[in-house]
C-alpha cells in the first residue's frame, strides 16, 4: 500500500479535545473519527488493529472450547421484563420505539437474550456444559462519554456465556475463561493481572476483573508484585489444572479500590512486594448462578427433575483493547508507539527519499516491498515527497514496528534497517526478512 | 466437534411460519434464530456460513483495492439533514432519542456519513480515487418483515463508496466494482447476472443488480440466455479491460420487470435465447455523481479550483446470500442440500452407527477425525445413538457435502464415503483426504 493512496489522514497536532494518551494517538494518526458523542468510525489503520485484536480473542475462545454464534443489537424489552432488569438498567439503556410503537433497545449486554436461546433449544443436561460467545456491538448510552474510544458509547465487546449443571461443573466453565483471558492478553503482550471485584449491575457471587497496568487507568490496584510472576504456561483445561491456578493466584493480594482494605494489604503483602498503581480494565468474568436461569425458567431434565442451569458471563472489550494497548505501550515524551507484532496494523514501513525528477529510490522502494509481500509480510510505503526526517517521526508516531530507510548511496547488501526504539543496523534484504519473520512467528 | 456436544437445535419439521424454503432450513437446521419480529440471532451453524461469505467479500473487495474501515451503526440525524434524506427516507428509517434528547438514528445505508469522513479528511485530488468499504450491521424497520433473513429488519451488509474527480474515473471506480462482484458470486458458486436497474431512493443515472436465479426470487427477469456465456476470467482492473466487459455484457437484454418492455425484448433477442424467470437481488451497485458530495459541500483541491467529488455506492447483502445460496441449492423435495465448498459449515460429517455398549465405532470415527483435522478438513461427528438412516437424512438436511459412514465390518481400505447427490464409494481414509483437499482448493 501506497500511503499518498492510503486513507490515513494524520494530524499536525494533538487534537487539545483529547485528554489521555490513547485518545490523542488514534485521532492523530487518522486511527478513528468522531461521527457523533461517545460514537466513532473506524478508519482503515485502527480498523486493521481492532481486527487482528479480534482474531486472537476469537482464537482463544475456540481453543477452550466455546462455540461463537451472534446475536443481533436489537432486542425486544420483553426478555429484560423476564429478568427484572428492564427497570434496573436506566438511563445508559439506549431505549427505541420501532414503527409499530414496540418497545425495542440497543444490547448493552446480552444476559437475557442468550438465555433465551438456550432455554428454547437446550433440553437435557447431557448436552451440558455450553459456552457460547459473540463478538457484537454493544451500546451504552454514558452521560459523558470521554476519552475517545476508552469510554464510549457504541462499542464493540465480546462476551461469552456458560451453562451448567451444577455449581462446581460452572466453576469448571468460569476456570476455563480464566485461563482463556491470561492467554488472550498475553498474545497482545499485556500483563493483565486478575483480581477479585465486585459484581455490580451482573450480580453473582464469584468475580474477576483482568487489568492492565497504565498510568493514565481509570481503578487504583493494590496488587503483590509476585503476581507477575504467577506462570499459567503449563495449565491445561483440567479441573485440577485450572484449580491448581486459581489457588496460585489467589496466593497473593490484588484488590481494585473498591475491595482495597490498608490493613489486610499490609498484614498480607511484605513492604517490598507491594504496589499500588493505576489500571485498566480489559476483561470482566462474573458467576451468577441460578440469577437468570430461574425468573427466565432456563432448565434442564435431569434424570426426571428439573434444573435451573448454573450461568456465568465473561466479557473483553475488543474496541477498548485496541486504546489499552496504546496506553501501556505509547511513549509521549518521544512521541514513539510500537504496536505489538501480533496486532501492529503493518509489518514494516519502506521510507525512501522521493526527490522531485528522480524516482528511482521510489523503485528500489517498490521491489523491496514486492520481496517483503511475497513472504507474506504487510509493508506501507511512504511514496510522498515529505523529507526523510519527517518521514521517520511520522512513522514513529503509526508503531509499525520496522522501518527499512532508502536514502543516496543505496548498498542492496546494507540497507538502514531499525526496529523502533533499537539503533538501525545495515543488513540485506533477505537478513531483513529473516528477522521480521522471526518476530512475527514468536 | 461432536454433535451432542455442539450448539446446533435441530426441529423435527418445518415451521409453518415458513413460507420459502430458504427460511424453512435456516430454522429447521438451527442456522437461526428469531428474537423478534425480522431480528435474528444466528447460532454456530449459520453463523459459519456467513463468516465465510463475509471474508470471500472481503477478499474480493481487497483484491480491487478497495480499503475497509468500519462506521457505527447509529448515526447523528444531523447529516442526513444535509444531504435531505432525512425526511425523504420514511418510516423504514429506525429514529431514535437518546438520553439528551439528541435526533439519532440507526444506519440503513451510508452515503451520509462515509461522505462526512472523506470531507473531513481528504483534500486533494492527488489522493483520488478512494475507494472504501464497511461490513456492518444495517436496520430498516419494514413494516412487514418476512422470509426470515431474506426480508428482515437487522441485517448485515458490506456497503462500499467510492470518490472521484471525473465522470470518466468514477465509471472506472464503479467498472471495478462490477467486476469484483462477479467474481464474489462465482466464488460462492452462484450465477449472478448484472441488469440494469432503477436507482431508487439511493438516486443517480446508472446502476445494475446482480440477480441470481431462483424459482422463489422476488424480482421479475427477463433475460437473454447467452448473458450466461460472458467471460471474465481474463478481465483485469485495466480501464480498456473493463470497459470491453461492461460492453460484453450490454450486448444481451437483461431486464426486471421494473424495466421491462415486450417489444424490445422480442426484437432483440431470438426466440430460442429468451429466458422468463425469477431472481434474487443479492448486490446493487449505483453510479450517481454529486448527488450527495454537492449538498455535503464535499469537494478537493483541483489546480486551485474546488470541485465536487464524483461518488458510487456499492452493496452485496452478506446476511441475504445465506438465504440467497439455499434459494439456488436447496432440493426441497428430497430435502437435502449441499453447501457449496467455499461456505461450508463443515467440509465433512462422520456417522457411525453407536450401539450402547459399544464405543467401538466411535473410537474410529474419532480417530478418522483427528486424520482429517490434521489435514485442515472441518469435521462433524454424530455420536448420538440414532439409527443411521436418520443420521444419514438428518445430513442431507444439513448439507455437509461429504460423509463418512462407519457401520458393521469396518474395513479401514473401504471406507463408505459419499459426496452428497452422488452413490457412495469404499476407499481408504488417504484417498477420502486427497478428495476432500482437491474440492476445497478448486
New interface residues.
Partial sequence: MYF????I?ILKNNPTEAKIKSHQLMLRT?MI?Q???G??????LG??I?KKIEQIVREEQNRVGV??????????S?IWKESGRYDDYG??M?R?K??QN?E?L?GPTNEE?VT??FR???KSY??LP?L?YHIQ?K?R?E?RPRFGIMRC??FYMKDAYSFDISDEEALHSYNKFFLSYLNTFKRMDLSAIPMAADTGPIGGNLSHEFIILADTGESKIFTDKRIFEVDSSKTTIEKNSLNKLRENFEKYYSVTDEKFNQIEFEKNVPEKYRLQTKGIEVGHIFYFGDKYSKPMNASVDYNGKKEFVKMGSYGVGVSRLVGAIIEAKYDEKNETMKWPMSVTPYDCSILPIVNKNDNSNLEIATNIYNSLKKNNIDVLIDDTDENISSKIKKFKLLGIPFQIIIGKNFNEQKIEFTEINHDPIFISIDEIIKKIKSKKSH
Avoid: C, H, N, V
Avoid at 39 to 44: D, H, R, T, V
Avoid at 67 to 76: A, F, G, K, R
Fill in positions: 499518498s493512496k492510503s486513507f489522514p487518522g473519527k461521527s457523533s458523542a460514537i466513532y468510525s473506524w478508519l482503515p480498523f486493521r481492532m462455540q461463537e454464534i451472534l446475536m443481533p443489537t436489537i432486542q425486544s420483553d438511563e445508559e439506549l427505541i420501532d414503527r414496540r425495542m440497543y437474550l433465551e436461546i428454547s433449544s437446550i447431557k448436552s455450553q457460547l456491538w451500546f448510552d452521560l458509547r457504541e
